[in-house]
């Protein structure tokens, strides 16, 4: 009997270290499984906000270029009017000239329009050199018309111009006499510089790539350019043989042929012509973030779980040493709460901007109006509106509106010049500045400001009235706060200066 207590001592010893052991090894794989489903998540996440963007950004590439075949081809169909209309006079082909000549000028797409007889011998140009000795008649398109009787427009491939090595699209439509019977083609030439330009804005990394291609596989422009891009027949690639000829749009995952590289392939047909828009990037480069989370990540989880299995053990070994696991215990909690004060933050915040969100707005307000009660001061409130911001939408894509509402963001968050300012995103491309202890001439100075800086950042706006983004304000001020004052008078008052300053034209500040 005498050896039953220390065989019973060692034998719970056994039980508590296999089950401490257990807990240890069980809490690790849960932390790991955590982790690995955590960062499979948000590479699931980040790839399909990848694709909505890609998908978007092709959709953007093929309404541009729509847009652009369409005005050329709208030229042609009213040249084709005049010729059948005032035929082909010295008086008639005097006033064609001039009138292709204001085409051109009124469309910057365009690099020249062109009538050529059925003989391939030009008739008249909007240039201001009329070359009688030219002849088109071994060019794509020219042939293909003679041999077409179809007399709709017609997208041929790149040429370069003789003169200037210009590289040229020709979008065409044959000519018919009254008897039905091929008289010759009407041209009209659309610089490729004007793409490549409009495609410079986009952010496709180093990697990635944008293609605009007839449908029958003839590349007109790939944006970085190649040496050989322009013309090439890439009608066997896995793009036209696998997706583009099946759908009128969609998006894959595709390993190039040519280099190797695996990218985030999108395309879209265009809706009124046969050809097809594509941006391409590559997955390493869009998922480098992620790969860079998920490794701190795992570092981070890693370190843990040896934390655990050294401090498990070491507490099957040194159960004197309570004191200290519970101060250690304390710092951990310590350490949680600050994460937890860190994503609270976070989630005070607005992610494209970096300014305040609405939540964190509505609770500073409510405690400015309290703190301006009982100390008896006044509180102002900016309400910035960006002008016709759904044009700029829907002409530049809604990537380049994110950055623009970045911008505008940093000027207006510039303006917290105190600790009790607040600048936030009240919602869409509407923001709100928060100024305690302001009076009405110091929030329209403010306000005033920011107009004037955001208008000095010249970002172009087409569909604005000025050509650049612009913005509204609306200032409210409440000179003495009371018990009867609340935030939603307060923003009211705001938001109807800010319609007024709309209503009287926009780019101004107006005071409630």
């Not at 843990?304 to 101060?327: C, T």
């Not at 306000?447 to 706006?461: G, P, T």
């Amino acid at each position: 009997m005498p050896t039953a207590k220390p065989y019973s001592a060692s034998l719970s010893k056994s039980r508590v270290t296999m089950a401490a052991t257990l807990f240890v090894l069980l809490v690790c794989l849960i932390l790991a499984a955590i982790t690995a489903w955590s960062a499979w998540n948000a590479h699931e996440v980040q790839l399909h906000e990848l694709e909505t963007a890609t998908q978007n950004m092709a959709r953007s590439l093929s309404q541009h270029a729509d847009d652009a075949f369409k005005k050329a081809d709208t030229a042609l169909l009213g040249l084709t009017e005049r010729i059948a209309i005032d035929g082909a006079s010295p008086q008639a082909l005097e006033r064609l000239h001039k009138l292709m000549v204001m085409r051109v000028a009124e469309l910057p797409e365009l690099h020249a329009l062109f009538i050529i007889d059925k003989e391939g011998r030009p008739v008249v140009n909007s240039r201001d050199i009329f070359d009688p000795e030219r002849n088109n008649a071994g060019r794509e398109y020219f042939i293909f018309h003679k041999t077409h009787p179809d007399l709709g427009p017609y997208i041929g491939v790149p040429v370069r111009i003789r003169a200037g090595h210009l590289w040229v699209i020709p979008v065409s439509r044959r000519l018919n006499d009254a008897d039905g019977n091929f008289t010759g083609v009407v041209l009209a030439t659309i610089r490729l510089d004007y793409f490549n330009d409009f495609y410079a804005e986009y952010d496709i990394g180093h990697d990635g790539s944008i293609l605009l291609a007839l449908n029958r596989g003839i590349t007109l422009i790939r944006w970085p350019m190649l040496p050989d891009s322009v013309g090439k027949d890439v009608s066997s690639g896995p793009l036209f043989s696998n997706y583009a000829s099946r759908n009128e749009s969609g998006i894959a995952i595709n390993k190039s042929p040519v280099d190797g590289v695996v990218r985030l392939l999108a395309y879209s047909h265009l809706q009124h012509y046969p050809v097809l828009a594509s941006a391409a990037l590559s997955k390493d480069e869009i998922l480098t973030e992620w790969r860079r989370a998920t490794v701190v990540q795992g570092l981070v989880i890693a370190f843990i779980v040896m934390a655990l299995g050294y401090l498990g053990f070491r507490l099957v070994d040194q159960i004197n040493l309570r004191i200290k696991a519970e101060e250690e215990a304390r710092r951990t909690g310590e350490a949680l709460l600050d994460l937890n004060r860190t994503l609270e933050k976070l989630a005070m915040q607005d992610g494209l901007t970096g300014l305040a969100n609405r939540r964190q707005f509505d609770t500073v307000l409510q405690n400015e109006l309290s703190r301006a009660v009982r100390s008896a001061s006044s509180l102002a409130l900016i309400m910035i509106d960006v002008d016709h911001f759904k044009k700029y939408n829907d002409i530049y894509g809604h990537l380049a509106g994110d950055e623009c509402l970045r911008q505008v963001s940093k000027i207006i968050q510039s303006a917290e010049g105190r600790a009790g300012d607040l600048a936030a995103r009240y919602g869409g491309e509407e923001f709100a500045l928060l100024l305690p202890s302001t009076d009405v001439a110091g929030a329209f100075k403010v306000a005033e400001e920011i107009r004037k800086a955001i208008c000095e950042l010249e970002i172009r706006h087409d569909g604005n009235l000025k050509g650049i983004v612009t913005i509204s304000a609306g200032v409210n001020v409440l000179a003495l706060v009371t018990d009867a004052d609340t935030a939603t008078s307060l923003i009211r008052a705001a938001d109807e200066a800010l319609y007024l300053a709309k209503l009287s034209g926009r780019d101004q500040t107006q005071t409630a």
